[in-house]
């Protein structure tokens, strides 16, 4: 089944505490974005990645990493996470073009 | 700059009725692509349907139907005989340029949450 697995689901952390959100997906798409989405704002992009190795960032980067080492792995990290990063956080992808994105299952995070 | 509007941050229909949601959109480019997507209460992002900006025919997928006009940057998202399940929040989205270079980046509105009632 083609799809993107992020995990963990949900996530609890404290302020400060280094973490990593991963992504995968198993369809060779080149392009693989991350997103967060918060009420009233819709998603915005964070990081986005055209292909290994090619990373750049969207529209609120400020605070994460990313890394594309491999093409079907996206990790997003937060060195130092802050309360202002609880959000919904997504992973997608696409193959470009007219195709549509397949966004993996959503992971809630809470700093406190 | 590119963006997308929802007006409608919460909208209540009737079973079996149709509604419409609103999307508008702002862009310079020529080519692009405009999706919808339904959120349920899970929390997972859903596509249900899709319009290229060349399109001359609009977009349909089951109960849904795209609404797309193009000189009024409008694209709205047509449910026929809405259903129960069909409570969630939709996002409307646009994605600019295709081709090489293309950064695929899709821009979301801010969502219009969508109640049936029976």
């Known amino acids: 089944e083609a799809q993107v697995t992020q995990n963990p689901r949900y996530l609890i952390t404290v302020t400060g505490k280094k973490l990593t959100v991963t992504c995968s997906q198993n369809?060779?798409?080149?392009?693989m974005s991350w997103y967060r989405q918060d009420p009233g704002l819709g998603l915005r992009q964070i990081y986005y990645?055209?292909?290994?190795?090619?990373?750049d960032k969207g529209d609120v980067p400020e605070g994460y990493k990313v890394s594309r080492k491999e093409k079907r792995n996206f990790p997003l990290i937060l060195e130092s996470p802050s309360p202002n990063q609880t959000s919904l956080y997504f992973c997608?992808?696409?193959?470009?073009?007219?195709?549509?994105?397949?966004f993996g299952s959503g992971t809630r995070l809470t700093v406190v | 700059a590119q963006k997308i509007t929802q007006t409608q941050p919460g909208m209540f229909v009737q079973e079996k009725e149709a509604v419409t949601l609103d999307c508008t959109y702002d862009?310079?480019?020529?080519?692009?692509?405009l999706f919808w997507y339904k959120q349920p209460s899970s929390g997972e992002m859903i596509f249900l349907i899709y319009?290229?900006?060349?399109?001359?025919q609009n977009a349909t997928e089951g109960r849904y139907s795209l609404n797309f006009q193009k000189a009024r940057k409008s694209a709205n998202l047509v449910i026929s005989a809405s259903q129960l399940g069909d409570s969630a929040m939709y996002f409307c989205?646009?994605?600019?340029?295709f081709g090489g270079g293309a950064t695929n980046k899709l821009i979301f509105g801010t969502g219009t949450l969508l109640a049936v009632q029976p």
């Open positions: 990645s055209m292909n290994v190795e090619v990373t």
């Open positions: 989205a646009m994605r600019e340029g």
């Open positions: 319009q290229g900006s060349y399109d001359e």
């Open positions: 862009t310079s480019d020529q080519s692009y692509g």
């Open positions: 997608a992808s696409t193959g470009g073009g007219s195709y549509g994105y397949t």
């Open positions: 369809m060779n798409h080149e392009y």
